[in-house]
């Protein structure tokens, strides 16, 4: 399985739940911990547990990859990890407060849907 191509099915189930302001970021040259991280924001708990579910959903019918999952909805931000690719949901605060963009800005954009 190509780690960019589980990446785009991640965005894409993002972007049918109406996901805001996603990115992937390529961080094969900048650290050992993923091929990929895709960050995205969410408005509500609510929203946020949409968007997981989806992309769970998703990634499970078309990769047979269930990920590991940490962190809540009510907290603000979800992490699920993939291995090579690794999904980083907030709500807006709390993704200005952990600063991964700028964290990682050695990354490599690859998409950036506002």
């Not at 992490?79 to 700028?102: K, Q």
Request: glycine share 6%.
């Amino acid at each position: 399985m190509d780690t960019l191509e589980l990446a785009y099915t991640i965005v894409d189930a993002l972007e049918e739940k109406k996901g805001e302001d996603i990115l992937i970021l390529e961080m094969k040259d900048v650290s050992l911990l993923a091929d990929y991280f895709v960050i995205c924001s969410g408005t509500s708990p609510r929203m946020i547990d949409a968007l997981s579910n989806a992309v769970i959903d998703v990634v499970k019918q078309s990769h047979q990859i269930k990920p590991r999952v940490e962190g809540s909805s009510h907290a603000g931000w979800i992490l699920a990890d993939y291995g090579d690719v690794i999904l980083h949901l907030f709500s807006p605060d709390r993704r200005e407060y952990y600063g991964l963009e700028e964290l990682w800005q050695d990354g490599r954009v690859v998409v950036h849907l506002q």
